[in-house]
C-alpha cells in the first residue's frame, strides 16, 4: 500500500506539472478503449474486465486529476463506443449514458471513436493544430508491446479487429504536440516496443509499463507484477 501510495502521489505530482499551463491553446487527450465480454471470459483462470467501468473509471480519475490542476484546462475524452454499447447488453443498463454523466460532471469533450482512424483523425485535426496542440495525451485500455487493442475479446475471444499499431503511429502528422508534452500508455506491455515507435513518430517520450497493468478501483493502474516497471 505504501507503494502504491508513493507511486500515485509521484504520478500526479508530473501530472500537475504536464498540466499546470494549460490554456486554450493546449489540449490534454484521455482516450479508454473497450472492455470484454464475459462470455468471452467466465471460463478462463484469469478473466478480463469483471467490471465493465476499468478504462472508464480509470479515464475519470485522470480526468479529475488535470481538472483539479487547472479548473479551465481544455480536456477532450476519447471513448471507444461499440464495445459499452455490445457490454451494454451483458450489464442491463445504459452504459453510454453513465459515459456521458463523467463528461457532464467533468466538463470535458467527450468524442466516441468506432476505428483507429477516427482516432488519429482527432488527434491530427479534431482542432486547429495550428493553434491547439496537445500538451497530455493518455491511453487507458488493452495493449501489448506493439499496439493499443481497442476491442480485445469484446467482438471476437481474446482478439481484436480494431488496433493502432505502432507502425500507423507515422500518420500522426508533425507539430501536433507541443514541445513539452506529455504520454503514458496504461495498458499492458506498452513499454516494450510501442514507447519506440511513439518517440520516433512524434519526437515525444512515452511512459509504458514493462509486463502487466492492474487497473484499481480508485487509483491509477501499476504494474501488475513485482518485476513490471514503468519506462520511457
Known amino acids: 500500500m505504501i507503494r502504491r501510495l508513493f ?5 500526479f505530482a508530473m501530472f500537475a506539472s504536464s498540466s499546470a499551463m494549460a490554456d486554450s491553446t493546449r489540449e490534454s ?3 479508454s478503449g473497450g472492455v470484454s ?6 471460463y478462463k483462470p484469469d478473466p478480463h474486465d469483471k467490471w465493465w467501468m476499468n478504462f472508464v473509471r480509470a479515464g475519470r480519475i485522470r480526468i479529475s486529476q488535470i481538472r483539479e490542476a487547472d479548473p479551465e484546462a481544455r480536456i477532450t475524452w476519447l471513448v471507444y463506443k461499440p464495445a459499452y454499447l455490445r457490454r ?3 450489464e442491463g ?3 453510454v449514458k453513465l459515459i456521458d454523466s463523467v463528461r457532464d460532471a467533468y466538463r470535458v469533450n467527450r468524442v466516441y471513436f468506432s476505428t483507429a482512424a477516427e482516432l488519429l483523425d482527432y488527434l491530427n485535426q479534431g482542432q486547429n493544430r495550428e493553434r491547439v496542440k496537445i500538451c497530455d495525451l493518455e491511453y487507458f485500455g488493452h495493449s501489448n508491446k506493439a499496439c493499443w487493442m481497442f476491442d480485445y475479446s469484446n467482438y471476437i475471444d481474446s482478439a481484436s479487429k480494431v488496433w493502432l499499431h505502432e507502425t500507423e503511429l507515422t500518420r500522426l502528422r ?3 504536440f507541443t514541445k513539452d508534452a506529455f504520454a503514458k500508455s496504461w ?3 506498452s513499454g516494450e516496443s510501442m514507447i519506440v515507435h511513439f518517440r520516433k513518430a512524434t519526437g515525444v517520450r512515452m511512459w509504458g509499463v514493462i509486463g502487466k497493468t492492474q487497473y484499481q478501483t ?4 501499476i504494474p501488475a507484477t513485482r518485476w513490471g516497471r514503468w519506462k520511457h
Open 187 to 189: 495498458g499492458c506491455h
Open 174 to 176: 508533425p507539430g501536433i
Open 29 to 31: 487527450i484521455v482516450i
Open 7 to 11: 507511486l500515485s502521489s509521484l504520478g
Open 88 to 90: 451494454t447488453v451483458q
Open 218 to 221: 480508485e487509483e491509477l493502474p
Open 37 to 42: 465480454l464475459m462470455k468471452w471470459e467466465q
Open 93 to 95: 443498463k445504459d452504459l
